[in-house]
T-cell receptor, first 112, second 114 residues
Framework: GESVGLHLPTLSVQEGDNSIINCAYSNSASDYFIWYKQESGKGPQFIIDIRSNMDKRQGQRVTVLLNKTVKHLSLQIAATQPGDSAVYFCAETVSGTYKYIFGTGTRLKVLA | GAVVSQHPSWVICKSGTSVKIECRSLDFQATTMFWYRQFPKQSLMLMATSNEGSKATYEQGVEKDKFLINHASLTLSTLTVTSAHPEDSSFYIC??????????FGQGTRLTVV
């Protein structure tokens, strides 16, 4: 397979604080990046995406930052809520290949 | 966003039997669908790319005779786990891409082989 995962790292944040989840991607040719949220027993849910011609994109309470120089992607969640507790995956793809490669994932725990 | 429906959401089968999992794009046509496998606390591992009307493309290390994929229409792909064994127990997830290249995922199928 394309991505062999390790045991998931965990990020614990207090409710109301901002969360930053990081991802290092592998292919310098990748030009489209996506963040997914996965709750237990469910499929991944799209959060936000960004193309390589951008370095920042904002959504509702979420911001994705892309640093192509160091092949780094981050997801910022503002005012983290208990419902944000889940596993977050970044995915990368090269346009035209139709293949997504997933990162190892980060478990976000929101503390009340 | 587009909806991808996967069925069943969970299945328990006996060793040696075969199990079929369906993946449907409900409101868009998907010429390409993907099948992933996910072990507990791990990331999604791409198993194969399913192309409508042609043979699937399998990732290295994935047995094509073990995991049969059929993409008979623009809205349906099926994954059949043949002669299932306990080590095939896993969470299987499909996805489908729309014209905008964004992938939408099904809700996953929990397979338990006893």
């Amino acid at each position: 397979g394309e991505s062999v995962g390790l045991h998931l790292p965990t990020l614990s944040v207090q409710e109301g604080d901002n969360s930053i989840i990081n991802c290092a991607y592998s292919n310098s040719a990748s030009d489209y990046f996506i963040w997914y949220k996965q709750e237990s027993g469910k499929g991944p849910q799209f959060i936000i995406d960004i193309r390589s011609n951008m370095d920042k994109r904002q959504g509702q309470r979420v911001t994705v930052l892309l640093n192509k120089t160091v092949k780094h992607l981050s997801l910022q969640i503002a005012a983290t809520q208990p419902g944000d507790s889940a596993v977050y995956f970044c995915a990368e793809t090269v346009s035209g290949t139709y293949k997504y490669i997933f990162g190892t994932g980060t478990r976000l725990k929101v503390l009340a | 966003g587009a909806v991808v429906s996967q069925h069943p959401s969970w299945v328990i089968c006996k060793s040696g039997t075969s199990v079929k999992i369906e993946c449907r794009s409900l409101d868009f046509q998907a010429t390409t669908m993907f099948w992933y496998r996910q072990f507990p606390k791990q990331s999604l591992m791409l198993m194969a790319t399913s192309n409508e009307g042609s043979k699937a493309t399998y990732e290295q290390g994935v047995e094509k005779d073990k995991f049969l994929i059929n993409h008979a229409s623009l809205t349906l792909s099926t994954l059949t786990v043949t002669s299932a064994h306990p080590e095939d127990s896993s969470f299987y997830i499909c996805s489908a891409r729309d014209l905008g290249a964004r992938a939408f995922f099904g809700q996953g199928t929990r397979l338990t082989v006893v």
